[in-house]
């Protein structure tokens, strides 16, 4: 099982300029990711960047599930606004 912590690292590990939140009980996580590398990319290819940096551990079984919100910094100033 993991915890909402470790899943943060993973993801901030493999996008070092991401701010990222993370909550979940274990077997399902919600998290909220803000980098500017998400820039020009679809939501699609935002969700595979991510999947992609956790796929190991989606392929273990030791993650199930992940909702996620990806924005860029920008995106994020707006949604605040």
């Not at 998400?38 to 991510?50: L, S, T, W």
């Not at 992940?66 to 605040?80: A, C, G, I, K, V």
């Given at each position: ?36 590398e ?6 699609v ?37």
């Amino acid at each position: 099982m993991m915890h909402p912590e470790q899943v943060r690292d993973l993801i901030a590990a493999g996008l070092p300029d991401a701010e990222v939140e993370v909550k979940g009980d274990g077997q399902h996580f919600e998290a909220l990711i803000v980098s500017a590398e998400f820039a020009g990319k679809n939501r699609v290819q935002r969700q595979q960047r991510i999947n992609a940096l956790l796929r190991a551990h989606f392929d273990s079984g030791e993650l199930h599930a992940l909702s996620m919100q990806t924005l860029t910094p920008e995106e994020r100033s707006t949604s605040r606004g």
